[in-house]
């Protein structure tokens, strides 16, 4: 069977444009399609364009889509069916998972099956169904229609066994694959913290399941033979959920003298343990994204994030005392958060010295807490969920209007973060001798560049423009409707 899996691409230009990583979810299942014996192909469209004529002349199109790339998923299932109506579109994801009505309407494509949750055992079943070997009510997971009529059939049950069978990404199945800056990993799924922005504890669960260290060492053995000099980034939400195991996966990588660069999503819980710090900086980590959230107390407390602000200066600057660069994600426009949160936010960042910064508007991904409470509340300006990215605000907060918000951190937090005057003193300090690659006044230097070119391309972009026109002169009392959409 030929099968083709594709990745949607980004609406307009994004931040995050320049670092682009596909998610790991389609090549785990090409490589278990291949596996099988099937021809497979996937497209991640930040990477490189869909060859069209394999994927009308394929038996199979699998689409996994996030939020923000959900109008597009939707617009790549309406061309296949133009095309040919009879070719079968499966599509998942976390948007969909949670809203598996949506890619089965006839204005979205429609798709013929959406895949709940994990995939894999899923993936599988269905195949075995075309093939005549199953029988469609059997599958777990799944939804469809018959006679225009939604079925939802049940959960497929969590596979806390997951990385005893799954097996290592097929990154090389990747159209462009050689493209990408960074070598991708997921060595675990789950998170036990209940953010309420986040969707991901809904998604894969609060049961942390780690796949075996020595499986993610050989895993690191082949990917950095097949991208050879290109840093490893670990995909998982947080690479210290388990101490234990980061500290023997990091053992085994440095035993097997391993030498590569990396990083990591951690918290700020990960400099409690000294040893821990000493192994990240043995084996080459180089940088950490860490989520901060917020320095309002009351933010993190209403989003029942577990950390104080006292505990992210106290990150920071361990991070530094062990040369680790700290990218500070924060999330801003909580009901607490007022015009004066997002500035302190501004100047805590360049105070501690945060080498670099995401300023995300706070987004309601369908799945999460604060989803649920704003449609509830009648607070979700608009359904355009091109725009559920986290540049741009798509609700009406408590204390500011949208367009503040919108205002305060676009037009307001990221440049004066990535000011020139920054780039400037940034340049002194990191055109100072040792001038070398591993300078990390330097590499702070270059992206604080690339961070005021990025910002500025932003502004710029028409779409940009036209949706901050449109908060701006949205009525007060249409903001609480949700009849009016963006064009």
């Not at 948007?95 to 895949?115: C, K, M, R, W, Y």
């Not at 006679?147 to 290592?168: G, L, M, T, W, Y």
């Not at 694959?177 to 609060?206: D, L």
């Not at 840093?231 to 030498?259: C, G, H, M, Q």
Request: proline content about 5%.
């Amino acid at each position: 069977m030929k099968i083709a899996l594709i990745e949607p691409g980004a609406p307009g230009y994004h931040v995050f444009k320049k670092f682009v990583l596909p998610r790991l979810g389609l090549p785990i299942i090409g490589a278990i399609l291949r596996k099988l014996g099937h021809e497979v192909k996937i497209y991640c469209e930040d990477l490189t364009k869909i060859d069209w004529n394999f994927v009308l002349q394929s038996d199979l199109i699998g689409i996994s889509t996030i939020t923000c790339t959900a109008e597009r998923a939707y617009e790549i299932i309406r061309k296949i069916k133009k095309e040919n109506a009879e070719l079968p579109v499966i599509i998942g994801g976390p948007h969909v998972t949670f809203l598996s009505d949506e890619p089965l309407n006839t204005e979205n494509g429609p798709a013929d099956i959406v895949a709940r949750k994990e995939g894999e055992r899923t993936i599988v079943e269905i195949i075995e169904w075309m093939e005549n070997k199953r029988n469609i009510n059997d599958i777990k997971g799944i939804s469809y229609k018959v006679a225009n009529k939604v079925i939802n059939n049940p959960d497929r049950e969590q596979d806390v066994h997951v990385f005893d069978h799954i097996p290592f990404p097929a990154l090389e199945l990747i159209e462009g694959y050689k493209k990408m800056k960074a070598i991708p990993i997921q060595a675990t799924r789950g998170c036990q913290y209940r953010c309420e922005f986040c969707s991901v504890t809904p998604m894969f669960g609060r049961n942390l399941r780690c796949a075996k260290v020595e499986a993610v060492a050989d895993e690191l053995e082949i990917l950095t033979k097949l991208m050879p000099k290109k840093p490893v980034f670990f995909y998982d939400d947080n690479f210290v959920s388990n101490p234990k195991w980061t500290k023997e996966l990091l053992r085994l990588i440095a035993a097997r003298d391993l030498r590569f660069r990396w990083s990591a999503q951690t918290t700020v819980k990960a400099v409690r343990d000294p040893e821990l710090m000493q192994l990240f900086r043995k084996t080459g980590c180089n940088q950490v994204f860490i989520g901060l959230e917020s320095i309002n107390p009351k933010t993190l407390k209403a989003w029942k994030k577990s950390q104080t602000v006292e505990e992210i200066e106290k990150a920071i600057k361990v991070f530094h005392q062990y040369k680790i660069a700290v990218h500070g994600m924060f999330v801003l426009g909580g009901d607490n958060d007022s015009l004066e949160t997002i500035r302190d936010t501004v100047r805590f960042a360049i105070k501690m010295k945060v080498d670099t910064v995401m300023f995300s508007i706070l987004t309601p991904l369908p799945g999460s807490i604060v989803y649920q409470k704003l449609e509830n509340g009648n607070r979700l300006l608009s359904k355009s969920w091109r725009y559920y990215d986290s540049h741009h605000a798509v609700f009406e907060p408590k204390l500011i209007t949208a367009w503040q918000l919108q205002k305060a951190v676009m037009l307001g937090a990221m440049p004066r973060f990535y000011s020139w005057g920054r780039v400037i003193k940034r340049s002194i300090l990191g055109l100072l001798p040792p001038y070398n690659s591993k300078n990390r006044r330097l590499r702070k230097f270059i992206l604080t560049i690339y961070g005021n070119i990025t910002v500025r391309r932003f502004r710029k972009q028409k779409g940009e423009r036209r949706f901050m026109q449109w908060l701006r002169q949205l009525p007060a009392r249409l903001r609480r409707e949700k009849s009016r959409e963006i064009n």
